[in-house]
């Protein structure tokens, strides 16, 4: 399984924000936002930070993505 963060941009879409819109309300840092936009891990941690800003759930930020040779 793959984490993906398309559930957040989509957030940010539906908000009118920017990913520096995010980096900015969360205190990220530009890594951060970059692993993200690769679809790399971030911890839990940065996961609530950004729960926190948004005032939402972790499923408006990540869903799990099935990988292609894992499905029946």
């Known amino acids: 399984m793959n ?3 398309q559930p957040l941009w ?3 879409k539906e908000r009118g924000m920017r990913k520096e819109d995010l ?3 969360a205190g990220l840092t530009t890594n951060m ?3 993200m ?3 790399e891990h971030i911890s839990m ?3 609530l930070r950004i729960c ?3 005032n939402c759930g972790i499923l408006d930020v990540i869903e799990l993505e099935q990988n ?3 499905q029946i």
Do not use: D
């Open 3 to 5: 984490i993906s963060y």
């Open 10 to 12: 989509n957030t940010l």
């Open 23 to 25: 980096r900015l309300a």
């Open 33 to 35: 936002i970059a692993n």
């Open 37 to 39: 936009g690769k679809g």
């Open 45 to 47: 941690k940065t996961l």
């Open 52 to 54: 926190e800003a948004l």
């Open 68 to 70: 292609e040779n894992n």
